[in-house]
């Protein structure tokens, strides 16, 4: 056995198809509606927790590059208000991990490492305001992260999580507390999130690879958490719970069957429709820039065709469009004739949450 004193983890972010848009209970981060979402891969976050680094807090985090995260990822701009909901998820995790630990027959760190001031540092590899949940990567590395830091047997825990999906949905479940859409970016691709559970969704899909169009990196005004609040206050709320379960339930036969053009479908109207929500609330607010609105205007046709790309909205101006990895070159060519200006991340599907380091 050997005590830890430093974890790196990386999470990857995940683009739901069907929104998770309004709490049902907000104390335990329990949404109206469940959720089905695609795990990225390279577009993810850093998290190095070093215990007992010479730090009086219990958790420090210091803006700086995670040791082993690759030079082009980085450091989020945190302040107070960030860094404190980090804080008191690394406490929530840390409080919960020994019971969890027992449940599955392993052992809390027995020389007290768990109870030591953490340092941490964080990264992501893609821009903070690029349109892509850096919450979701961030919580969910940060949650493996202090649950490595509390295991007695970092190896055995390890073996158990990359074997179990009982102990990774235990995981993503103690994450929803720091982020909602975290508990999704623990397994994947395809995630389902309904109540206080996650599961994997079973897809016929060949491979596929994911664009992200970046047409702003301004940081957004309206947080998730107003979003969540504000969406209620729309005349389309009424009905939205039913909806975007009959989306899913279509979405899930559909992606069984590998039905691009059903899914495609699916989820160009799920995203106008969490929109409308923002753009018909009591004080309509709208993540759109100019640009938004020309490349959906833009990318209408192709949702037409017989292999039509899947594009989707977060709470965000950015525009992300999966498609087959056949389809990729076509895709970046068109873009980059028609908008010669826009950046764009390129990614594919993954599997979740990882083990990277432990010493
Ligand atoms: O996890 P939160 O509270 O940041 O909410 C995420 C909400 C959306 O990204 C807009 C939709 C989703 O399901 O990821």
């Known amino acids: 056995m050997r005590r830890v004193v430093r974890v790196l983890t990386r999470a990857p972010s995940n683009i739901a198809l069907i929104k998770y848009m309004g709490k049902k209970d907000a104390a335990n981060q329990l949404p109206d509606n469940g959720s089905l979402s695609m795990t990225l891969d390279r577009l993810c976050s850093f998290v190095e927790?070093?215990?007992?680094?010479?730090?009086?807090?219990?958790?420090?985090?210091?803006?700086?590059?995670?040791?082993?995260?690759?030079?082009?990822?980085?450091?989020?701009?945190?302040?107070?208000?960030?860094?404190?909901?980090?804080?008191?998820?690394?406490?929530?995790?840390?409080?919960?991990?020994?019971?969890?630990?027992?449940?599955?027959?392993?052992?809390?760190?027995?020389?007290?490492?768990?109870?030591?001031?953490?340092?941490?540092?964080?990264?992501?590899?893609?821009?903070?305001?690029?349109?892509?949940a850096s919450s979701a990567s961030s919580f969910a590395a940060l949650t493996l992260a202090v649950a490595f830091a509390c295991a007695r047997?970092?190896?055995?825990?390890n073996k158990i999580y990359l074997e179990n999906k009982s102990l990774v949905r235990a995981l993503a479940a103690?994450?929803?507390?720091?982020?909602?859409?975290?508990?999704?970016?623990?397994?994947?691709?395809?995630?389902?999130?309904?109540?206080?559970?996650?599961?994997?969704?079973?897809?016929?899909?060949?491979?596929?690879?994911?664009?992200?169009?970046?047409?702003?990196?301004?940081?957004?005004?309206?947080?998730?958490?107003?979003?969540?609040?504000?969406?209620?206050?729309?005349?389309?709320?009424?009905?939205?719970?039913?909806?975007?379960?009959?989306?899913?339930?279509?979405?899930?036969?559909?992606?069984?069957?590998?039905?691009?053009?059903?899914?495609?479908?699916?989820?160009?109207?799920?995203?106008?429709?969490?929109?409308?929500?923002?753009?018909?609330?009591?004080?309509?607010?709208?993540?759109?820039?100019g640009g938004t609105m020309d490349l959906l205007q833009w990318l209408a046709p192709a949702m037409q065709g017989d292999s039509p790309p899947i594009v989707t909205l977060d709470a965000g101006p950015n525009t992300h469009l999966t498609c087959l990895s056949e389809q990729l070159e076509h895709w970046k060519g068109r873009i980059q004739r028609d908008f010669p200006g826009i950046s764009v991340l390129e990614d594919q599907p993954g599997v979740g949450a990882r083990l990277v380091q432990v010493q």
Not at 180 to 185: L, N
């Open 153 to 157: 047997d970092p190896d055995g825990f």
């Open 174 to 289: 103690l994450s929803r507390y720091g982020s909602g859409s975290s508990c999704r970016s623990f397994e994947g691709p395809w995630v389902e999130w309904e109540g206080e559970e996650t599961h994997g969704v079973t897809s016929g899909l060949p491979e596929l690879r994911h664009l992200v169009l970046v047409v702003s990196e301004k940081l957004k005004r309206v947080s998730s958490s107003q979003a969540h609040l504000a969406v209620k206050t729309s005349p389309l709320w009424q009905g939205r719970v039913e909806r975007a379960t009959a989306r899913r339930v279509s979405l899930k036969a559909a992606l069984a069957l590998g039905e691009l053009a059903t899914i495609s479908r699916i989820a160009w109207a799920e995203a106008w429709e969490m929109h409308s929500l923002f753009h018909t609330a009591s004080q309509p607010f709208s993540y759109w820039e």
């Open 49 to 132: 927790l070093s215990i007992g680094a010479g730090t009086s807090d219990p958790v420090e985090w210091l803006p700086e590059l995670p040791e082993g995260a690759p030079a082009h990822a980085r450091v989020p701009e945190l302040e107070g208000p960030g860094i404190l909901k980090v804080r008191r998820h690394v406490e929530r995790v840390r409080e919960a991990m020994p019971s969890l630990l027992e449940a599955f027959g392993l052992g809390a760190s027995g020389d007290g490492a768990s109870r030591q001031p953490f340092v941490l540092r964080t990264a992501n590899t893609f821009p903070q305001a690029s349109g892509i």
